[in-house]
């Protein structure tokens, strides 16, 4: 119990020192443009990458067509602006309709 208390605060206190670290380091930093905009496309790639992998795969196995299905639903409403409940009511039920027909 004592290892995972320590190793909590270890964690805690590097999460914080890189979070404060970013503004306090941006102004003594110049990056070039180029790897600014690099950045930028980087955390894209990244987090569709993780959707991508959240949505898909269950550890190792291809989760069937339901789940896919309800976030492409999720994702079509939030790009259209609709309510945050809207849209995640709207991807919940359409995974649940598809798994209640015996889609998996």
């Known amino acids: 119990m004592t290892t995972l208390i320590l190793a909590t605060l270890i964690l805690g206190v590097g999460t914080f020192a890189f979070r404060f670290a970013g ?8 990056l070039p443009p180029r790897l600014e905009k690099l950045m930028g496309v980087a ?7 993780l959707v991508a992998t959240s949505t898909l795969l269950d550890g190792r196995d291809f989760v069937g067509f339901a789940r896919p299905a309800g976030v492409v639903v999720g994702g079509v409403l ?16 359409t995974a649940a309709g598809l798994r209640l027909l015996g889609v998996p």
């Open 43 to 49: 955390v894209v790639v990244l987090f569709a990458a």
């Open 23 to 30: 503004p306090v380091l941006r102004t003594r930093a110049d």
């Open 78 to 93: 939030a790009w259209r602006k609709a309510p945050f409940v809207i849209v995640v009511l709207a991807a919940a039920g």
